[in-house]
């Protein structure tokens, strides 16, 4: 019998319940919306639409895939991040909520100022998320973006032509700062941003199943100190950053005390600051090359 778009949603969201699937409900609406291609709320406006024979098909391939484990990014191809729907795929990780109010302080941080060219590195970018929204908000910026992983930066690209901002941002393959030397970038930024792998090795394990079965490992794993990567981007982003230039890193619940110390002591950076994400974890620390 013909189903309603209503009734394909209520019995999508009743089949992820029985698989105890968290959050059935907007999960049937995100496969929904994407196969519809209607926004969420969008969905009740067309609650009396009867879905074709491919788009029931699609949704039940959808359904198959979640009930596998496949995290939901990565079914439908897509992460709202900062307003904007990035492509996502297994090539890289999928960007996080979090990960936002790191990039909200370097928007906040530079808007005021946006006449005057912006030269931003974003360390280890994976899809392209953090250095593409910032060369989408900030027009007057110019972005490097590096990875070790060049499956990441492949996506990554492909990220920013859909913003169009390719010709703004510069992928480029590599360890950490590697790719710069020898390119006279010497004081040259004006902003260091990095979301780092910074989960420790031995913690690995505890994450959730989704993440190690289907997210590469290379973007979570950090050795065995889980401010390894932080400290190695601070210490040598002083020779790539202006004086003045601003630092933000993104780092594990629990670690941005002992990075705030480290960045104290060092006396490289002054005006260090933590700042907490939308859940309350102090997620993001900041500082200004001295
Ligand atoms: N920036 C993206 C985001 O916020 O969604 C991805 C962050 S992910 C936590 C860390 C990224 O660092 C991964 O894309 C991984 O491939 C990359 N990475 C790991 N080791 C690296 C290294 N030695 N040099 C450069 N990038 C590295
Ligand atoms: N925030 C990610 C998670 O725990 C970790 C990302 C990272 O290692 N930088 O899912």
Do not use: W
Not at 116 to 134: N, R
Not at 231 to 260: H, P, S
């Amino acid at each position: 019998m013909a189903q309603t778009l209503l009734e394909t949603l209520n019995s999508a969201t009743s089949l992820l319940k029985e698989k105890n699937l968290p959050n059935p409900r907007s999960t049937s609406e995100l496969f929904l919306s994407s196969i519809l291609n209607l926004k969420r709320v969008d969905l009740y406006l067309n609650r009396e639409k009867i879905l074709s024979e491919k788009e029931k098909d699609k949704l039940f391939f959808y359904l198959k895939e979640r009930i596998s484990g496949k995290p939901i990014q990565y079914i439908i191809k897509n992460t709202g991040f900062y307003g904007l729907e990035f492509k996502t795929d297994p090539r890289a990780m999928i960007p996080r909520p979090e990960t936002e109010t790191l990039v909200n302080e370097v928007i906040q941080h530079f808007i005021k100022k946006e006449s005057e060219p912006i030269k931003i590195i974003d360390i280890g970018t994976g899809s392209g998320v953090i250095a593409i929204t910032l060369a989408y908000e900030l027009k007057n910026s110019f972005v490097y973006a590096t990875d070790i992983s060049k499956d990441a930066l492949e996506l990554a690209l492909e990220n920013a032509k859909i913003f169009k901002v390719e010709k703004r941002v510069k992928f480029v393959l590599g360890d950490f700062f590697d790719p710069l030397k020898n390119k006279n970038l010497v004081d040259f930024f004006d902003c260091i941003v990095s979301n780092p792998p910074y989960v420790k090795d031995s913690d690995y394990k505890n994450l959730d199943k989704e993440i190690k079965d289907f997210e590469p490992e290379i973007a979570f794993l950090c050795g065995d100190d889980g401010i390894n990567f932080h400290k190695k981007i601070a210490k040598e982003g002083v020779k790539y950053l202006k004086k003045g230039g601003l630092l933000v890193l993104e780092i594990a619940l629990g670690n941005a005390e002992k990075l705030l110390e480290f960045l104290s002591s060092s006396s490289l950076y002054n005006q260090i600051r933590i700042v907490k994400d939308l859940a309350g974890i102090r997620r993001v620390v900041s500082g200004l090359r001295s």
